[in-house]
C-alpha cells in the first residue's frame, strides 16, 4: 500500500496529539516497511518545514511538505471546499489518513481519521471557540470514514454512540510510551518531596482540585507542575511550595517523573491520557481522576480519586506514597504493554481490513 498520512499537528510545539501522531507515524514505519510506502504530508507553515522534519528524522518514510501562507486558513478551506483531490499533489495513495486538523479530498483509496475525544462535543466550555468550529467540522466527515482509529475502548463506544459510526469501522490503537520514559537517567532534586503534575494550563485539565489538596496537606509535599501555557480560567499558582516547571522536553520530563514523590493527573476528561503511563514506566506511583475516560491508562495500578473532592486527592496523594513500592510495581508492568509498535500494528490491520 501507499499510504498517505497527515503529520500537519507537528508544526507546533507537539502536545497529547502531536506526541501520539509522531508516535504513530513512527510504530507504523516500524512494522510497515519496506513492503508499503509511508508519505507524511502536510501543508504547513514556515515553524512547521523546520519543526517537522526534525520531529520525523530517521524513519523510513517519504515526507512531502509544502509552505503556505496563512496554511491553517488554507487547510480548513480546502477540506470545506472539497477541491482539489489530495492526489494531485501527492499522486495516486491507497489509504488516506488524516488528522484533526483537516478533511482533505480524495478521489480513491480508504478514508482514514483519528479521534483523541469528543470533548469539544460534550464540553463545549472546555475548548476554545476554534477548536470547536475545527474539530466539530472534522467529526461530521469522519461519518464518511471506513476506517476510525481511537486512542481507547473508551473513546471507541462514545464515538459509535455520540457520532453514529458503526462500531466495525472503529479500531482501538492505544498510544505507547516514548523512549525517554524509563526508571533508568537522572532525577529531578526540588529540594523537597514533590507532587508532580504534567497538563496543559485549561479548565479541563483540572489543576484547581489539585492546589487546593496541595493546600490540605499543609505542606507535607511540594507542587510541582510543567506543562505548556494554554487557556482560559486558571487556578493562582503563586502560592508557597508551587513551582512551575515550564513546558519540558522528553528527557526532562522523565527526570521530572523520577524525581517525584507521587504522579497527579486530575483530568476531568482524557481521550486516553499518556502522562499517566509515561509516569508509570518512569518509577512514580501514580493517582489519577476517577474518570472513566482514564480506566485504560490507569488500569489496576493507579489510586483513583474524584475530580470534584480535594480532600479525597489529598487522602489520596498520601495513599499513593505510603503505597510505593506496591504501585510502581504494578505501574511498571502496566506501562510495558502500550508501545508504539503496537499502536502501529493496530492501525495497520485496520487498514488491512479495510482494503
Known amino acids: 500500500m501507499r499510504i498517505a498520512f497527515d503529520v500537519s499537528p507537528l508544526s507546533h510545539e507537539p502536545t497529547g496529539i502531536g506526541n501520539y501522531i509522531r508516535g504513530s507515524v513512527a510504530g507504523l514505519a516500524e512494522v510497515a516497511t519496506p513492503e508499503h510506502e509511508i508519505v507524511a504530508f502536510a501543508p504547513t507553515s514556515p515553524e512547521g518545514m523546520r519543526r517537522i522534519p526534525q520531529l520525523l528524522a530517521g524513519l523510513p518514510l517519504t515526507l512531502k511538505l509544502r509552505l503556505l501562507p496563512f496554511a491553517h486558513q488554507w487547510r480548513q478551506a480546502w477540506s470545506r471546499l472539497g477541491h482539489p483531490a489530495l492526489e494531485r499533489f501527492l499522486g495516486p495513495f491507497d489509504v488516506l489518513h488524516y488528522s484533526d486538523w483537516m478533511f482533505p479530498p480524495q478521489r480513491a483509496g480508504v478514508r482514514s481519521t483519528v479521534i483523541h475525544d469528543l470533548v469539544p462535543l460534550h464540553h463545549r466550555e472546555w475548548v476554545t471557540p ?86 490540605l496537606l499543609g505542606g507535607r509535599f511540594l507542587l510541582g507542575i510543567a506543562g505548556a501555557t494554554g487557556w482560559g480560567e486558571q487556578p493562582s499558582l503563586e502560592l508557597p511550595g508551587i513551582v512551575r ?110 482494503t
Open 245 to 354: 516547571l515550564g513546558r519540558p522536553d522528553d528527557d526532562e520530563l522523565a527526570a521530572l517523573y523520577r524525581g517525584a514523590a507521587v504522579f497527579a493527573y486530575p483530568s476531568r476528561y482524557e481521550g486516553f491520557g499518556i502522562p499517566v503511563v509515561e509516569a508509570m514506566a518512569s518509577g512514580v506511583p501514580v493517582v489519577a481522576s476517577s474518570h472513566a475516560s482514564l480506566d485504560e491508562a490507569a488500569g489496576d495500578a493507579a489510586v483513583r480519586a474524584d475530580p470534584d473532592e480535594p480532600r479525597a486527592w489529598a487522602d489520596a496523594l498520601v495513599e499513593a506514597h505510603e503505597r510505593r513500592d506496591e504501585l510502581v510495581a504494578r505501574g511498571l508492568e502496566h506501562a510495558r504493554g502500550f508501545t508504539w509498535r503496537r499502536t502501529g500494528e493496530a492501525i495497520l490491520a485496520a487498514w488491512e481490513t479495510a
Open 130 to 215: 476554534r477548536t470547536y468550529s475545527m474539530h466539530s467540522a472534522k467529526y461530521r466527515d469522519a461519518r464518511s470514514c471506513d476506517t476510525v482509529i481511537v486512542n481507547s475502548a473508551f473513546t471507541g463506544r462514545d464515538v459509535a454512540a455520540t457520532l453514529g459510526v458503526e462500531r466495525e469501522r472503529i479500531h482501538v490503537a492505544t498510544p505507547g510510551v516514548g523512549a525517554s520514559f524509563t526508571t533508568d537517567g537522572r532525577s529531578v532534586d526540588l529540594g523537597e518531596a514533590y507532587v508532580l503534575t504534567v497538563a496543559t494550563l485549561e479548565p479541563r485539565k483540572n489543576l484547581q482540585v489539585l492546589v487546593d489538596a496541595h493546600r
